[in-house]
């Protein structure tokens, strides 16, 4: 068989939707197919006057998906059959893949500027009528943290929501139980051809996973009637990961802000005038985030976990809901240590984590120490300074191996005037929230 690196043409053979199945077409040259199917269980029929819409979703979710499989090859040309999409669309794929496969390129020694080019038909969208879809929120829910503090913000202002996980998760389901909210489990299933090209020497490396949500969350906003998806990506995912080259390199780019505003721009220029694609945690960092969940997230205390190992699709997950290892679980525990008494940490990751010389590197990257930040969802490495700070100044804390070394080595080399906590907590105005989730602002930021 072909080495996948050697593939000419990339190819978006086709897509359908029946039945609640939606089915993703893909190939390379003439290759086999590769099949993706997404799942919407009990999907209704469509409500009339939506079919327009519901086209321009599933074009975009098959285009969207495709980089997956896309990075296998890397192949020098893209070929769309069928409807070609329009110049906007082309727009915001040739962004998506550019941007969210820039650590996969980074990683692979690749340049993917001025490669992707995706075609289209050179026109622009016309702008779609509203849909009058019903006032009511998804809230797609990953597991940890973050999502957490979206639902209970959003219980305390009593909006209607449903709690929403794509692929299988028993983790995430816990979380989803938990809530007491109405849930919607959506099954996605790779083509087992990409694994297949993994063994065979395919390119390999990050995908912006965030995107292929948000499309899969456009389509269930429509099949089942919700006008609002929201997200709960923070601030600090805006922040690259490190610059080189002269190009920002994130891994959390579908977390950011330019990709929100953009798929949010997308979807009313093509779907609806009333469907609004937003995140409700956009105008706080890591630190105001992981404050509101010590304060509103004890319900979940025992069942979290921000740990990424939990959610691998082949790879071994770790024992316990907490590596312990990686550097979400450093980021984690060193964000919530600030707002939470010490014991009750310790009790979630059954372990102290800033007493284990063994994690000095880690935590050290988390602080841009002889490291750049690593490449994981975790906060600016001024946060984690800041918050290394404030232990330090904690007796129960300060004597902790890491955190005393962080006074005696580290902090002398630093400017005392960028370790303050506060510019941290301070909520920013940029965000894209309807009107009827304002309100869950006061939540989150909490009693002054
Ligand atoms: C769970 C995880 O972190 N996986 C990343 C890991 O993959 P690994 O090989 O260890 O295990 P699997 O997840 O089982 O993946 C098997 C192969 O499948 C490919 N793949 C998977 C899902 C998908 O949507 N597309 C795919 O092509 C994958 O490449 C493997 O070959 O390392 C991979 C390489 O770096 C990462 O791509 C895996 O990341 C998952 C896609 C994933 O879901 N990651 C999220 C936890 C994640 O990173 N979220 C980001 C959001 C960033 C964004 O811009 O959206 C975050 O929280 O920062
Ligand atoms: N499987 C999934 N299905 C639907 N949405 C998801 C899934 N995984 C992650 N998300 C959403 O993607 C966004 C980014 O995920 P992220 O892992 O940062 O959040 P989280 O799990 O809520 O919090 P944490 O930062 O503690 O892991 C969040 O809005 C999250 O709810």
Redesign the pocket.
Request: some cysteine.
């Given at each position: 068989m072909t080495d996948p690196r050697q593939f000419r043409r990339f190819r978006f053979v086709r897509h359908a939707y029946a039945e609640g199945v939606a089915e993703l077409v893909y190939a390379f040259d003439d290759g086999e197919e590769l099949i993706e199917r997404i799942t919407f269980p009990a999907a209704p029929a469509l409500p009339a006057g939506r079919e327009a819409a519901f086209a321009a979703a599933l074009q975009l979710l098959h285009l969207i998906v495709g980089?997956?499989?896309y990075?296998a090859g890397v192949p020098e040309q893209i070929v769309v059959e069928g409807e070609l999409p329009d110049q906007d669309t082309a727009e915001l794929l040739d962004d998506l893949y550019l941007h969210?496969l820039a650590?996969?390129a980074y990683r692979n020694g690749l340049d993917l500027r001025g490669r992707i080019r995706f075609p289209h038909n050179g026109r622009r969208a016309a702008v779609p009528p509203a849909l009058g879809l019903a006032s009511r929120t998804l809230v797609p829910l990953?597991g940890g943290k973050d999502s957490l503090v979206s639902v209970e913000a959003i219980r305390q202002i009593g909006v209607e929501a449903s709690v929403v996980w794509v692929s299988h998760s028993p983790l995430i389901e816990a979380c989803a139980e938990r809530t007491g909210l109405p849930q919607l489990h959506l099954q996605?299933e790779?083509a087992p051809g990409?694994?297949e090209l993994?063994r065979l020497g395919g390119w390999?490396?990050?995908?912006?996973?965030?995107?292929?949500?948000s499309a899969i969350l456009l389509l269930a906003a429509l099949i089942y009637d919700y006008d609002t998806i929201a997200f709960s990506n923070e601030r600090s995912?805006s922040a690259a990961t490190l610059e080189y080259e002269g190009q920002a390199v994130?891994?959390?780019?579908?977390?950011?802000y330019a990709?929100e505003q953009g798929l949010q721009q997308w979807v009313r220029q093509h779907l609806a005038a009333d469907l609004s694609y937003c995140s409700l945690l956009r105008p706080y960092a890591e630190l105001a985030v992981t404050r509101a969940f010590a304060r509103l997230g004890s319900a979940y205390f025992d069942v979290f976990s921000s740990c990424?190992?939990?959610?691998?699709?082949?790879?071994p997950r770790p024992a316990d809901r907490w590596c312990g290892q990686c550097p979400k679980c450093h980021f984690v525990f060193l964000a919530l240590a600030p707002f939470m008494p010490k014991p009750r940490l310790l009790a979630i990751f059954g372990r102290n984590l800033l007493d284990d010389e063994s994690q000095t590197a880690g935590f050290d990257a988390l602080l841009e120490y002889h490291d750049h930040k690593p490449?994981?969802?975790v906060g600016e490495g001024g946060e984690a300074r800041a918050a290394m700070h404030a232990l330090g100044q904690r007796p129960e804390w300060r004597e902790d191996a890491l955190v005393a070394r962080f006074v005696s080595e580290i902090l002398p080399q630093l400017d005392p005037a960028g370790l303050a906590m506060e510019p941290w907590l301070q909520a920013s105005s940029e965000h894209q929230l309807p009107a009827r989730l304002l309100p869950a602002l006061a939540v989150i930021q909490g009693p002054c």
């Open positions: 980089v997956s499989y990075k969210g650590e996969f990953g996605r790779l990409l694994f993994n390999n490396g990050h995908v912006p996973v965030t995107a292929i949500n995912a994130n891994h959390q780019w579908s977390k950011g990709f990424n190992r939990n959610f691998r699709i082949l790879g490449f994981e969802c």
